[in-house]
């Protein structure tokens, strides 16, 4: 049978005995390519909000944000403990390393938190950051995941992410000296990449010092550029059925070392904001769906 390590297999090298939950948190930032830095709008795909859960959204200060979470995780686990994950946005960018220190410890200090996750991207990690995520790294785990989304560069420039591939190659490499575990987010179905270009992105990827990877289809959303570019027959995408899908996870998975987690091959954004594809699938439904086709190859 063709098989992978999952976030749970993950989770239990990473604290042995424990059962762990991530908390989502917003933390008030921005990206450079939406607030002028590098450029403006975003990510042609991005809806930030379509899969940050709602609390995130209330104004609300970290403290309390990740005690509502550690309240709806807790009815069911009461000795569950937790990561704090900066999810929304670019969790290193546009402060200075004082006032990120202070967020992270400020999460950090919360009873039953027993790391971080810090998403980003590869541009915004200077070395004087990544020194200081070292140094927290040496209290409790602290696991970097930087969005990735391709190895290639023309995709890039479509999509307006404002980044090289060579910059998450950078990334990669500077984080891994001091010691900090790292992940990628990849989309798969971005405009104008075939299968092959896609597997392409993840040899690239595994050949890189990671602990884990984020999949996800490419989902097209209402009131984003990509829809609108879509429409207009601005970019060409075939949205992936749920077949085809299944065919790319089990090639990659085929690709993917046995040391390198992956954690997600779906993205679950809310139906009422999905113009394509249309799946109405949770990501563990997917999942099950994949496990059985793995487990009829020999």
Not at 155 to 175: F, K, P
Not at 275 to 283: E, L, R, T
Request: hydrophobic content about 35%.
């Amino acid at each position: 049978m063709v098989g992978y390590k999952d976030f749970a297999q993950y989770m239990q090298e990473k604290f042995p005995g424990e059962k762990v939950q991530k908390i989502s948190i917003n933390a008030g930032f921005s990206c450079p390519n939406r607030d002028g830095t590098i450029g403006r709008g975003g990510c042609i795909y991005c809806d930030n909000t379509s899969f940050t859960p709602g609390y995130c959204f209330n104004n609300n200060d970290i403290i309390s944000q990740l005690e509502e979470g550690k309240k709806f995780f807790s009815r069911k686990y009461p000795k569950m403990k937790y990561l704090a994950y900066f999810q929304s946005f670019s969790n290193t960018f546009g402060r200075s390393v004082e006032n990120l220190e202070r967020i992270y410890r400020e999460a950090l200090s919360v009873e039953g938190v027993v790391g971080l996750i810090i998403g980003t991207r590869p541009d915004t990690l200077p070395d004087e950051v990544i020194a200081m995520l070292a140094e927290l790294n040496c209290e409790k785990p602290v696991i970097v995941e930087i969005g990735a989304e391709t190895s290639h560069d023309e995709t890039l420039q479509l999509i307006n992410r404002g980044h090289r591939w060579s910059d998450v190659e950078n990334a990669v490499g500077r984080l891994h000296e001091k010691g900090i575990a790292v992940g990628l987010h990849l989309i798969e179905g971005l405009p104008g990449e075939n299968e092959e270009m896609m597997l392409r992105t993840i040899e690239k990827a595994v050949s890189l010092p990671i602990e884990s990877l984020k999949l996800h289809h490419l989902q097209i959303l209402t009131d984003t550029p990509i829809e609108r570019m879509w429409r207009n027959g601005e970019i060409e995408i075939t949205p992936f059925n749920i077949e085809t899908y299944i065919d790319l996870c089990i090639k990659i998975i085929k690709l993917v070392p046995q040391h390198i987690a992956i954690e997600r091959f779906l993205a679950s954004s809310p139906q009422g904001r999905v113009v394509a594809p249309k799946w109405g699938m949770k990501n563990y439904e997917f999942v099950n769906l994949l496990r059985s086709r793995l487990a009829d190859i020999k």
